[in-house]
């Protein structure tokens, strides 16, 4: 039978990362709870390995965010999204959410299983437990702001790449360096990180949606 790949949609609730992942390895869309105590869990058993520089800030606090439902949870520098609406941070620094690396690596051990992470914008496949030799894969997609599960059906690698190629040429997904927000207080338009950042220094304004 000719293999296949299909994208799964994850609902776009803060926990996109974790659920995708529990979707793919258990094929559960409500694994987050369970999943961020396993990170927190990790993090708290290894502090030489999960130290300040790694985690890139306190265990205590990140494994208070990791926990926090209200919390992305993908790296250790993200903040909440919801659908297109960006929170503010607190110290007024818009923080754009990472790519998970921490959290994939530590659920890729969890399971014992390789994790591939597929990223639309630059179709690179970034592998978590490839050093362990796990014998099975499982694969993940993510657009700049959202993850989503890759079901595979007698699949091999090729194809998982055609799918993102494919949503790479639709453009499927946010570059946030370069999009353009609009600020949800006076309406101005900004472009990218930098220019919200200065926006929201200048007037206080702490909300931005995306447009095109």
């Not at 030489?48 to 306190?58: R, V």
């Not at 960006?86 to 994790?115: H, N, P, T, V």
């Not at 993940?140 to 194809?159: M, N, Q, S």
Request: with cysteine; hydrophobic share 40%.
């Amino acid at each position: 039978m000719e293999g296949i790949v299909a994208r799964r949609v994850i609902p776009s609730d803060n926990s996109c990362l974790f659920n995708a992942v529990g979707y793919v390895m258990d094929h559960d869309k409500n694994k987050a709870p369970e999943l961020r105590q396993v990170i927190a869990a990790t993090v708290v058993s290894d502090p030489i390995k999960y130290s300040k520089a790694f985690l890139g800030k306190p265990k205590e606090e990140y494994c208070s965010w990791i926990l926090d439902s209200e919390k992305w949870g993908v790296g250790a520098s993200s903040t909440p999204i919801v659908g297109n609406l960006l929170i503010y941070c607190a110290d007024f620094y818009l923080i754009f959410c990472g790519e998970g690396a921490i959290e994939l690596s530590i659920l890729a051990d969890y399971y014992g299983r390789e994790i591939a992470a597929y990223d639309i914008q630059t179709i690179r496949c970034d592998l978590y437990g490839q050093e362990k030799k796990y014998l099975e894969r499982v694969m993940l997609i993510y657009d700049g702001l959202h993850y989503d599960a890759l079901a595979d059906y007698w699949a091999v690698e090729g194809l998982a790449l055609n799918l993102v190629k494919e949503q790479h040429r639709k453009r499927t997904f946010t570059n946030t360096a370069r999009f353009t927000l609009r600020c949800g207080v006076c309406q101005i338009r900004v472009v990218g990180q930098k220019e919200a950042m200065e926006h929201a220094q200048a007037t206080g304004h702490v909300n931005f949606q995306e447009y095109r």
